[in-house]
């Protein structure tokens, strides 16, 4: 049994698996977080420039 559990915690489709979806939740969390400003809720970052 514990073989089986190991078997599978190392699998690299899993691995690759796991890092896909916790990297498009950071991303959709950063999107949903600044993404839906318009233009006018915020100053620029190159305005001064």
Do not use: E, H, P, T
């Not at 400003?37 to 190159?46: C, L």
């Amino acid at each position: 049994m514990f073989a089986k559990f190991k078997a599978f915690i190392v699998n690299q489709k899993l691995k690759w698996f796991g890092r896909f979806v916790y990297y498009l939740l950071i991303l959709l969390l950063l999107f949903f977080m600044y993404g839906f400003n318009d233009a006018s809720a915020g100053s620029y970052i190159y305005n001064d420039f």
